[in-house]
């Protein structure tokens, strides 16, 4: 036994046992043999530039996929980018003249003349025989709405007038129409009812060319030389305006299967031409998709949406009535593809998240008078990268024809028109067994596991974002006089470089920031829980906050 004597501390330092000290017992395993009787390689990696750049949008697809929320899919989209992606925004009152193929090459849609009789064939018997017992009803709706005052303000003979009147005759026209059926359907009884929802659903369109600055950018620079003329994605906003629409708990069952002809094979327009060609608007904007409520609702799923046609109108009157088609197709196209795609983000699929099942979503589209109807099957939402040609499935609209209801004043009431309304309230959903099997076992963030002071930041930051309004610092950018006086011409040297565009320490360019890059946000004293934590946590897509 070899023992120490205290020298410097005898207080503090005694007999120290060097045995027990340096035999310390080994506690990691058995090293393995290295040697295995078959040889393992390690897997062959391209790294090439471009195919870097897809591992990493797979990745992030993948992460996106395997979010357990909707909540949290919605905030990983809008992750990586800090001010709002630059999107081309679709909105279905806005119809373009020369833009209906781009309309349909964009959101992969095969358009059939006619409503799909076949669909309806089990509700019409009881669709005309309570036609019947409506259209008295229905008439004195008419000549309330159309034939007498409903309000003291005088809207005068304009669009105004027409909103008004079409806003207040569609409401009374599904009061009627739901105490009719809600005596023999369950699903009308138990609906809920939005007025003017408010709509959105983003989305990646791929296999569109490079613009002449982005050609000209990949040119000058080394490493992306090769990719000078390589098809972009660009992310796309739709935008649906209608003026009514009811939610119910099921589904509608699909109309064709996926896996038909017309789901798979029908004709779509290749029109691959720059959105700004055709005048579509671009602007910064969150990855926004709403359908009228915030995801939680049981009743998520829609039964019916009803549109008004007045902006059909504005757009004859300016390009001549041989162009009434045109306004009507890109009006339903966009907003029906806009309504099933908000609903299938709200259902844990989304434009990196393939569908598993068709969705279909019924419209009516109306001035009161004229009335037309459709029903349109999203089979495929994901449109990035070179699905938007290489897909296998495509969606389909059914579009009927122009139908009047009532001649002027109230004469020669069409029962067709009534019956095939009825027949849409009729419908009945179809229960599915696993109909979100891309979300977790809660699905939403109010059963998240973390704390709820996370879960209700989360959410605050989530509506913030969805809100519609701007930064409260707008994306820098570069003006006009610098461009000419500090890019161009290097007139003004003696200024401090401080600017995103020149070169310093800090220079970073501000379409790269992330939504998560930000400073912590300070707690004061009086409000902390923990004296120690003096920063809130960070914003995190998986665990909610995070501390870095």
């Not at 999107?87 to 006619?114: E, M, W």
């Not at 309806?120 to 259209?135: C, F, G, H």
């Not at 589904?251 to 094979?265: K, M």
């Not at 009825?422 to 704390?451: F, Q, V, W």
Request: hydrophobic fraction near 35%; charge should be positive.
């Amino acid at each position: 036994m070899i023992k120490i004597r205290p020298v410097a501390a005898p207080s503090l330092l005694r007999f120290i046992k060097l045995e027990q000290v340096c035999t310390r017992p080994c506690h990691h395993a058995v090293a393995p043999n290295e040697y295995t009787d078959v040889p393992k390689y390690p897997p062959i990696v391209d790294m090439s530039r471009r195919a870097k750049k897809k591992r990493l949008k797979t990745a992030w697809h993948d992460k996106i996929t395997k979010l357990p929320t909707v909540e949290q899919k919605l905030m990983e989209l809008n992750l990586p980018k800090y001010y709002g992606y630059w999107s081309g925004h679709l909105i279905d009152v806005c119809p373009k003249l020369l833009g209906l193929n781009f309309i349909q090459y964009a959101t992969r849609t095969h358009v059939v003349n006619g409503l799909p009789e076949e669909y309806y064939s089990d509700v019409k018997n009881e669709a005309e025989r309570l036609t019947t017992a409506v259209t008295d009803k229905v008439e004195h709706l008419i000549h309330l709405n159309y034939n007498c005052p409903l309000s003291r303000r005088s809207f005068g003979p304009g669009r105004a007038s027409e909103r008004h009147s079409t806003q207040n005759f569609l409401l009374g026209l599904h009061r009627l129409m739901a105490s009719t059926v809600d005596s023999t359907v369950q699903h009308i009884k138990e609906s809920v009812v939005d007025m003017q929802p408010r709509v959105e659903a983003f989305w990646i369109l791929g296999g569109l060319p490079p613009d002449e600055m982005l050609r000209k950018t990949r040119k000058n620079y080394e490493p992306s030389k090769e990719l000078e003329n390589d098809l972009i994605d660009r992310t796309m906003q739709g935008v649906s305006t209608p003026r009514l629409g009811v939610r119910v708990t099921d589904g509608l069952p699909e109309v064709v299967s996926r896996d038909d002809p017309l789901a798979t094979s029908a004709f779509v327009p290749d029109n691959k031409l720059d959105p700004r060609a055709f005048g579509f608007r671009f602007q910064h904007k969150p990855a926004t998709t709403v359908t009228g409520f915030w995801p939680g609702e049981k009743k998520e799923h829609s039964q019916l949406w009803l549109h008004s046609r007045e902006f059909i109108t504005k757009f004859v009157e300016e390009y001549g009535e041989h162009n009434t088609d045109v306004a009507l197709h890109h009006m339903m196209i966009i907003s029906s593809f806009t309504q099933a795609l908000a609903h299938a983000a709200y259902l844990g699929f989304g434009p990196v998240t393939e569908l598993t099942y068709p969705l279909v979503q019924q419209s009516a589209i109306t001035d009161g008078q004229r009335w037309n109807f459709s029903v349109y099957q999203l089979n495929t939402c994901t449109l990035h990268s070179d699905l938007a040609t290489n897909n296998p499935h495509n969606n389909i609209l059914w579009l009927g024809e122009e139908q009047v209801l009532f001649e002027n004043g109230v004469k020669g009431l069409n029962a067709e028109v009534l019956t095939a309304l009825i027949s849409m309230y009729l419908k009945k959903g179809i229960e599915r067994d696993n109909p979100t099997p891309h979300l977790g076992s809660y699905k939403h963030l109010a059963d998240h596991p973390a704390s709820e002071e996370y879960r209700e930041m989360f959410q605050s930051h989530l509506h913030d974002l969805f809100s519609g309004r701007g930064r409260h610092f707008m994306k820098p950018e570069m003006y006009l006089w610098e461009k000419i006086y500090k890019k161009d011409f290097n007139t003004r040297f003696f200024e401090a470089r401080r600017r995103f565009f020149e070169n310093h320490y800090k220079q970073k360019d501000p379409g790269q920031r992330r939504l998560d890059e930000y400073s912590p946000i300070y707690i004061p004293k009086a409000k902390r829980k923990d004296r120690r934590v003096k920063y809130k946590p960070m914003l995190d897509s998986e665990e909610l906050y995070k501390y870095h």
